[in-house]
T-cell receptor, first 106, second 111 residues
């Protein structure tokens, strides 16, 4: 079993839909990262959080330390949000989930 | 620019040859990470440098892989006697606190 699990693996949605990507982890972590990997391969760090909730534009990330679970939400999704979203748990090292491939249809 | 840069962007090498991949982190970032992403696979941690501390090499897949960071800045990842399974995109990231900034990666192809 992977120490960091993401779901779903693939998600296709219509433009405007509210998107939720989930991340569960089984190891102790000090922080959790959400990353976005564009189709061209570039990686952008979206959020780093260790508790509560963070918001940036249409993106919201939450984490529940007790349940070892984090979610990434996208409101009013747009085709340019199409990418692979990766969560990573950080303690001494970083352990990555396998990513969620999101495709937003116009 | 002020971002993380990596060179070369692409490298094709023959099996058995050694390769060196370079990472220039953002100035002032004390932490530097190397990752790789094999075709169709997720990201895999390789090695982590933090300041002057001994690096965390726990992710290196074999003793053919080594990395150094000179003067707390530029880092070089060396792969000796390359194998076809080493083909991947090698990514470098740097950070000052926790947020990591990724370079564009080096695509390594071993033929």
């Amino acid at each position: 079993k992977n120490e960091v699990e993401q779901s779903p693996q693939n998600l296709t949605a219509q433009e405007g839909e509210f998107i939720t990507i989930n991340c569960s982890y089984s190891v102790g972590i000090s922080a959790l990262h959400w990353l976005q990997q564009h189709p061209g391969g570039g990686i952008v760090s979206l959020f780093m959080l260790s508790s509560g909730k963070k918001k940036h534009g249409r993106l919201i990330a939450t984490i529940n330390i007790q349940e070892k679970h984090s979610s990434l939400h996208i409101t009013a999704s747009h085709p340019r949000d199409s990418a692979v979203y990766i969560c990573a748990g950080r303690d001494d090292k970083i352990i990555f989930g396998k990513g969620t491939r999101l495709h937003i249809l116009p | 620019g002020a971002g993380v840069s990596q060179s070369p962007s692409n490298k094709v090498t023959e099996k058995g040859k050694d390769v060196e991949l370079r990472c220039d982190p953002i100035s002032g970032h004390t932490a530097l990470y190397w990752y790789r992403q094999s075709l169709g696979q997720g990201l895999e941690f390789l090695i982590y440098f933090q300041g002057n501390s001994a690096p965390d090499k726990s992710g290196l897949p074999s003793d053919r892989f080594s990395a150094e960071r000179t003067g707390g800045s530029v880092s070089t990842l060396t792969i000796q006697r390359t194998q076809q399974e080493d083909s991947a995109v090698y990514l470098c990231a740097s950070s000052f606190y926790h947020e990591q900034y990724f370079g564009p990666g080096t695509r390594l192809t071993v033929t």
